[in-house]
């Protein structure tokens, strides 16, 4: 999404924050004025409209894909990193 439209700087800005959100928008969790203010922008930038098709595609295909379980060896080292992530982030006790 490069330029916006004609509207250019201040727009690219946008263009970036509404594409950090359509996973939000497609969920239906964003507040009604932020979906507003999206649909606004979408109307009137034609890379934002072809970012979204594109997304609403990606969505639609992994929708086809079958649902695997996950192997048990990527489960063991998932879960490691996880915890060793929350390890990492709690506070030092006092």
């Known amino acids: 999404m490069g330029d916006c439209g ?11 924050e509404i594409a950090a959100l359509l996973g939000d928008y497609f969920d239906g969790t964003l507040p009604n004025h932020t979906r507003e203010l999206i649909e606004f922008h979408i109307d009137g930038c034609a890379p934002c409209v072809a970012f979204v098709n594109t ?6 295909a992994t929708r086809t894909l079958p649902e695997t379980p996950m192997p048990a060896e990527l489960r063991k080292r998932l879960l490691s990193v996880l915890r060793s992530e929350r390890g990492s982030q ?5």
């Open 90 to 94: 709690t506070p030092p006790r006092s």
């Open 6 to 16: 004609e509207r250019g700087g201040a727009s690219d800005i946008e263009c970036r």
């Open 55 to 60: 997304y609403r595609g990606t969505i639609a």
